[in-house]
């Protein structure tokens, strides 16, 4: 009976002894368990704060070439705007210089001839002859009391002629509709129009008061219509160079 009491104990004992053996490695892999999870998620959280670095550090590298493209932009548009400011100011120069240059060629008389004949005792003036097209020339004549008017043409229409059946004539319309009218008054001449016209006082008076229109030249053969006037004030000008 003593025998059998201590076989139970011992049995009882290795019960026990294999319960907490076991329950040991339980805990030791519990905690080899727990020891992997964390491993995990430190790696987890390690490749999760690298992503988030390439993440803000790409964003960063966006902000700041962003940056650098607007500087860029605000510095080319300054550039350009002071390019463009010298520019303006260049051409308000030069436009300023054209038209102080333009005025001063307005008021200006220039003359081929300006004098006084000592033996006929009268003042003889000729002008330069003036561009009011491209193809056409006009100058004013003055001998004592006698003014006259020069039209040359660098195109052919037949003869600039006298003759009253085939009389030459130059029409000038005003842009107030006003219109004169000169005649033929020297020797027949042929080849490019040359015309010579007397110049009335009525005439120049009409003359002065409006811009060129058109004017219209009549040889022996042809016509010619001019409408694209470059100098359109040149009466209004030039006319005073006579008086």
Same mark, same amino acid.
Not at 36 to 51: S, Y
Not at 164 to 171: A, F, I, L
Not at 175 to 188: A, P
């Given at each position: 009976? @003593?025998?059998?009491?201590?076989?139970?104990?011992?049995?009882?004992?290795?019960?026990?002894?294999?319960?907490?053996?076991?329950?040991?490695?339980?805990?030791?892999?519990?905690?080899?368990?727990?020891?992997?999870?964390?491993?995990? @998620?430190?790696?987890?959280?390690?490749?999760?704060?690298?992503?988030?670095?390439?993440?803000?550090?790409?964003?960063?590298?966006?902000?700041?070439?962003?940056?650098?493209?607007?500087?860029?932009?605000?510095?080319?548009? @300054? =550039?350009?705007?002071?390019?463009?400011?010298?520019?303006?100011?260049?051409?308000?120069?030069?436009?300023?210089?054209?038209?102080?240059?333009?005025?001063?060629?307005?008021?200006?008389?220039?003359?081929?001839?300006?004098?006084?004949?000592?033996?006929?005792?009268?003042?003889?003036?000729?002008?330069?002859?003036y561009d009011i097209n491209k193809?056409?020339? =006009?100058?004013?004549?003055?001998?004592?009391?006698?003014r006259n008017i020069f039209f040359?043409?660098?195109?052919?229409?037949?003869?600039?002629?006298?003759?009253?059946?085939?009389?030459? &004539?130059?029409?000038?319309?005003?842009?107030?509709?006003?219109?004169?009218?000169?005649?033929? &008054?020297?020797?027949?001449?042929?080849?490019?129009f040359s015309f010579k016209g007397?110049?009335?006082?009525?005439?120049?008076?009409?003359?002065?008061? &409006?811009?060129?229109?058109?004017?219209?030249?009549?040889?022996?053969?042809?016509?010619?219509?001019?409408?694209?006037?470059?100098?359109?004030?040149?009466?209004?000008?030039?006319?005073?160079?006579?008086?």
């Amino acid at each position: 009976e @003593a025998e059998q009491k201590a076989r139970i104990e011992l049995r009882r004992r290795d019960s026990i002894a294999k319960a907490e053996q076991a329950k040991r490695l339980a805990l030791i892999r519990q905690q080899r368990l727990d020891s992997i999870t964390k491993v995990e @998620a430190e790696q987890k959280v390690r490749i999760e704060l690298r992503k988030r670095d390439s993440i803000a550090k790409a964003e960063q590298a966006k902000r700041l070439t962003l940056i650098r493209q607007q500087r860029l932009d605000s510095i080319a548009k @300054a =550039v350009a705007e002071r390019k463009a400011g010298i520019e303006h100011n260049n051409q308000d120069s030069i436009s300023k210089i054209e038209t102080v240059e333009r005025l001063k060629f307005r008021n200006t008389c220039h003359y081929q001839i300006n004098e006084y004949d000592d033996f006929y005792q009268e003042v003889i003036i000729r002008t330069e002859p003036y561009d009011i097209n491209k193809s056409l020339t =006009v100058e004013l004549y003055m001998q004592g009391q006698s003014r006259n008017i020069f039209f040359n043409l660098s195109e052919d229409l037949g003869c600039a002629s006298y003759l009253p059946s085939k009389r030459s &004539s130059v029409r000038v319309t005003l842009e107030n509709d006003q219109t004169v009218t000169f005649y033929h &008054s020297w020797d027949i001449d042929c080849g490019d129009f040359s015309f010579k016209g007397r110049l009335s006082s009525s005439q120049m008076t009409t003359l002065q008061k &409006s811009p060129i229109k058109s004017i219209k030249l009549k040889g022996t053969k042809f016509s010619r219509d001019i409408t694209n006037i470059v100098y359109k004030e040149f009466f209004m000008d030039k006319i005073k160079c006579l008086e």
